[in-house]
């Protein structure tokens, strides 16, 4: 598809359970983020990756969370032992960069998020 | 350090009233400024940019916003309000250094009365 693809697009699982959260970015787009959002509020920022690294990590709220990309295009946020807190949606975004940096025009294109639910 | 600012959780206007959502911002350097839109259960939209040139920014259905930098302010507007408009709505700020992150603000609710 022509948009940013996250799967899955609702997920319930039990406390102490690992999940993993995908997003399939725009192609063509090296800039990647992750944010939370809980329940009609605001946008937590996670991680941000350019292609394969992520330059600023600062947003991941503890170790259970950690995230990878590969190939400069899918991306995998995995939250270990899940809690009850985790629960949220998580969006994915992408943006166009060029020569390792952002486009100066370069808006954040959104997924749909993955909405988690830790019972 | 970069922050937004909308200063009012909600927004409560009547259809066919003009609407005004707030956004104020800190920023090293000049600013990206930008606005989305989330419907419930949806991923954010972009509505419209600022990077440079008129002040007057036009965006998507019908919204306008005016970079006011004086005021470090970058209100979104648009002249009559339809109740389809009633969403969450984001202001975000990116300095033009690039690499740099994307601030989002904590979000203005806008309902629009019919």
């Known amino acids: 598809g022509a948009g940013v693809s996250q799967s899955p697009s609702n997920k319930v699982t039990e406390k102490g359970k690992d999940v993993e959260l995908r997003c399939d970015p725009i192609?063509?787009?090296?800039?990647l983020y992750w944010y939370r959002q809980s329940l009609g509020q605001g946008l937590e920022f996670l991680i941000y990756?350019?292609?394969?690294?992520?330059?600023?990590k600062s947003g991941l709220p503890s170790d259970r969370f950690s995230a990878e990309r590969t190939g400069g295009s899918v991306s995998t946020l995995t939250i270990q032992r899940t809690q009850q807190e985790d629960s949220a949606v998580y969006l994915c975004?992408?943006?166009?960069?060029?020569?390792?940096?952002?486009?100066?025009?370069?808006?954040?294109?959104f997924g749909e998020g993955s909405r988690l639910t830790v019972l | 350090a970069q922050s937004v600012a909308q200063p009012e959780d909600q927004v409560n206007v009547a259809e066919g009233n003009p609407l005004t959502v707030k956004c104020t911002y800190s920023?090293?350097?000049?600013?990206?400024l930008f606005w989305y839109v989330q419907y419930p259960n949806r991923g954010l939209q972009f509505l419209l940019k600022?990077?440079?040139?008129?002040?007057l920014v036009k965006g998507s259905y019908g919204f306008e916003a005016e970079f006011n930098k004086s005021q470090t302010s970058f209100h979104l507007k648009k002249p009559s309000a339809l109740v389809s408009d009633s969403a969450l709505y984001f202001c975000?700020?990116?300095?033009?250094?690039?690499?740099?992150?994307?601030?989002f603000g904590p979000g203005t609710r806008l309902s629009v009365l019919p």
């Open positions: 975004a992408s943006s166009l960069a060029r020569g390792g940096k952002i486009s100066s025009t370069g808006e954040l294109f």
């Open positions: 192609s063509g787009h090296t800039a």
């Open positions: 990756f350019q292609g394969n690294s992520a330059p600023d």
């Open positions: 920023v090293s350097g000049n600013p990206y």
């Open positions: 600022y990077i440079t040139g008129d002040n």
């Open positions: 975000a700020v990116r300095p033009d250094n690039y690499g740099q992150n994307f601030v």
